[in-house]
């Protein structure tokens, strides 16, 4: 298909499918005349991917390009992918940067938490330092808050996280198990907040009546 | 303490603090001079609230001026606070808007995923579109997901919920219970999806060896 289409199908600009072409973050096409190529069906697949990791979730287009190119390249290592997407951060990530008081890090208090659950994590994971930071933050604000008080949440994410791997092992092909490890973790963690929002909402409204 | 402390104590830069005195963020001192004021520990309190809502949540001025004048009117009826709180989003919520092509809206997914859980949420709650999106999002890129396979994430949410809600039980002040309700709700999530993504990597190394 011509340009045109692809972005009439993906409902990309054109001006930013060739941005996403200078980039890199996008195969060329087949040329077919000086100023004009042919994209597939691949393409088309390729472009909503980068569509969806830099418009839903945020990631700027170095991260994504780095995401990408290291999907290709270790097609086959699940686990190094996995990596590498826990590692890709959004552009703008809001809390890391502008917190409060610059308060003395405790990263004691998350090895702590990592210790009691027995879990074995790269030491420059950046959630390791989403943890310190929140107690951190909570702390700050006067709340009694614990790093044991985040146990239960834990042994919940560690349902949560193997519910995920269940379903990339659904799949066979491993460039397809490559993007769905990108896509499951990415792209559901606003859903995943949605559903504990609304879960309060019937539980607050159950519990306190209405 | 004069304001030069209350920027040291909570590390916020007086031009900063009296932007939010003007903005009605932060409640008046008491004067002591045409040009000085006197503040307190609840100052001290809110500033570091504010600070936290703006800095680590990326909410807008304007949402949290809400949120905070919500919070000192509902003080004691938990259930409407948290309605308030839930539907409270980020200044820029990465997702909602720039997403890929404008797929047919399916919200009837969102509704049978309610209705399977049995819970009773407001029809306008922002977080039924983040699901709906997201689904959406999901499809658009080709991957077979259906809004069934969110039913487990759904009951890890509901027993998330019902953590978030002890906690607040704990506490016997109406208004302590409102700041922690909103502080616990909107603090915690970034530290929730970075529990999910250690886990994800304990869980794949153990899984897939490294």
Redesign the interface.
């Known amino acids: 298909m011509r340009i045109s289409e692809l972005s009439r ?4 600009p054109i001006t930013t499918i060739k941005h996403y072409l200078r980039e890199g973050l996008l195969p060329p096409g087949r040329p077919t005349s000086a100023t004009q190529a042919e994209y597939g069906e691949p393409h088309l ?1 390729r472009l ?2 980068v ?2 990791l830099i ?4 990631l700027s287009v170095g991260t994504t390009k780095e995401l990408l190119n290291a999907v290709s390249e270790n097609e086959t ?3 190094q992918l ?2 590498l997407v ?1 590692g890709a951060r ?1 552009a ?4 890391t940067e ?5 308060v003395a890090a405790r990263p004691g208090d998350t090895d702590a938490l ?1 210790t009691e ?1 027995g ?4 030491e420059h ?1 950046p ?2 330092d ?2 310190t930071k ?2 951190e ?2 702390r ?4 009694d808050y614990d790093w044991r ?2 146990i ?3 042994a ?10 269940d ?1 990339l092992t659904d799949t066979a092909d491993p460039l397809e198990r490559a993007e ?1 490890a990108v ?1 499951l ?1 990415v ?24």
Chains 1, 2 share one sequence.
């Open positions: 199908r993906s409902g990309v697949r909503r991917l569509r969806a418009g839903v979730r945020g290592d699940t686990h996995l990596g826990l959004p703008t990530e809001p809390g502008s917190a409060t008081e610059p990592l659950m879990w074995s994590v790269s994971a959630a390791r989403v943890i929140t107690l933050t909570l700050s604000l006067g709340l008080s985040l239960p949440y834990a919940l994410a560690e349902q949560t996280a193997t519910l995920d791997l379903q769905r896509l973790t792209l559901l963690e606003p859903a995943l907040l949605a559903l504990r929002r609304l879960a309060q909402e019937d539980k607050s409204a159950k519990r306190y009546g209405v």
